[in-house]
């Protein structure tokens, strides 16, 4: 019976996370000027448990992340990080769905000839 | 990074020494001069270039020409968020002509390795001041008396970098003491060197989809004390000279690519001392 129970719990479990909802935080970060910049930020929140997809702009400084809604996306936890890799963050908004797509985050796809043939909207 | 082509006594023997300065993190950055090159907390940067200068002139009947090939590598960590350390190994290869003795060397050069601590960061939205200063070893890794004249120098200096996502500007002052080996001791030097890098494409901020595209001007000042061999001061060596150095730079989120023309504005040289000529830099980086 207590193996029962457990293997139920587990599953629960399992499929909460499986069915967990992504949020997106858009983090102000100030300091990032270049390509080089958003690359960095992007890695290191990349390796929180839970961020499905980043993607960064400059203009704005702004970075969009997509995370589960359960993940540590705590003011601490962004500042030292971001402090980490050379820059300063400074807010956080939330919002109740993801906007970006995991694509963006691809700096595979940012290439030379692509820079100079892509069409500006 | 400053060129120093210095003529020693007798003219057989032409030393080219290249100054790479690594430091501040997460800027676009100089070309000629690497103080700026972007190196984050535990991470890697890996700056590979390759350097072709030319220098040729005439002393009386008898004319000078040096060809110098350069392959520079140059490695960095960040070791905390504001310390990062660096080496850089220069490959080189001289081909020197003096009247009609020609005379060819290459190999492993001497080797840097340097720190740089920063000391002062304000951030803004897109904007960044950062202020480093930075210490360094030159050691004689090379052929003493052919890619090395042996002796271990030291240098420091300080940058500062002020960046927004158009447009950087980036200053070094470095002063460089060298050592003395077997008698010989080759003058300190000081330089100033600055960088200004304009981005040209800025329609689109995506860096997602394109990377930045720069134009770059890069100014070099550079004084050197006279040589000395045992006490006599060598009277050919040493003086002021001066560079622009136009170029163009691809900056996107895992590398860049970037090549400039180092052109000799002010050639105030001492006595017989050979001229500065044109230097052609290519150079790509990554970092990871």
């Known amino acids: 019976m207590k193996k029962l129970l457990l293997i139920t719990a ?62 540590d996306m705590s003011d601490p936890k962004l500042s030292k990080l971001l402090k980490k890799k050379g820059f300063t963050y400074v807010n956080k908004t939330k919002q109740e769905v993801c906007s970006i797509s ?17 069409k500006h909207s | 990074m400053v060129c120093k082509f210095n003529i020693k006594k007798g003219g057989l023997t032409a030393t080219v020494t290249i100054c790479l300065t690594i430091a501040m993190q997460a800027l676009a950055a100089p070309i000629t001069f690497n103080t700026a090159l972007p190196v984050s907390d535990e991470e890697f940067i890996v700056r590979q270039q390759i350097h072709y200068s030319k220098a040729s002139d005439n002393l009386g009947s008898i004319s000078r020409d040096v060809k110098v090939w350069k392959s520079i590598t140059a490695v960095g960590y960040g070791v905390t968020d504001k310390f990062a350390v660096f080496g850089v190994m220069p ?71 002020r960046a927004s996502t158009n447009w950087n500007v980036d200053a070094q002052l470095k002063y460089t003491a060298n050592g003395k080996y077997s008698g010989f001791a080759r003058g300190n030097e000081a330089s100033l060197d600055a960088s200004l890098q304009y981005r040209i494409n800025t329609h ?16 070099s000042l550079v004084y050197a004390d006279e040589n000395k061999i045992g006490s006599i001061i060598d009277l050919n060596t040493g ?12 900056a996107t989120k895992r590398w860049i690519g970037e090549a400039a023309v180092k052109i000799p504005v002010v050639k105030d040289l001492n006595g017989t001392a050979l001229q500065p000529g044109i230097t052609i830099i290519t150079s790509i980086r990554v970092n990871f």
């Open chain 2, 91 to 161: 490959i080189i290869n001289k081909d020197m002509q003096i009247g009609s003795v020609k005379r060819e060397v290459s190999g492993l050069a001497d080797m840097k390795l340097f720190g740089r601590y920063q000391i002062y960061r304000k951030d803004g939205p897109g904007t960044t001041t950062r202020i480093a200063p930075f210490l360094g070893v030159n050691l004689p890794m090379g052929k003493t008396g052919k890619t090395s004249d042996g002796s271990t120098d030291y240098f420091g200096g300080l940058i500062l970098t």
């Open chain 1, 102 to 118: 995991a694509g963006k985050t691809d700096v595979k796809k940012t290439g030379f000839l692509r820079g100079f043939f892509h």
């Open chain 1, 10 to 71: 587990g599953l629960m479990l399992l499929g909460g996370n499986a069915f967990a909802k992504d949020v997106q935080y858009d983090l102000r970060v100030d300091g990032m000027t270049c390509p080089f910049c958003a690359a960095t930020s992007e890695k290191a929140l990349k390796k929180i448990k839970g961020v499905s997809a980043v993607s960064t702009d400059l203009k704005k400084a702004t970075i969009s992340v997509c995370a589960a809604e359960d993940t």
């Open chain 2, 204 to 219: 689109n901020a995506n860096v997602n989809i394109s990377g930045y595209l720069f134009t770059v001007l890069e100014t």
């Open chain 2, 239 to 250: 003086g002021t000279t001066a560079f622009i150095a136009p170029g163009l730079q691809y």
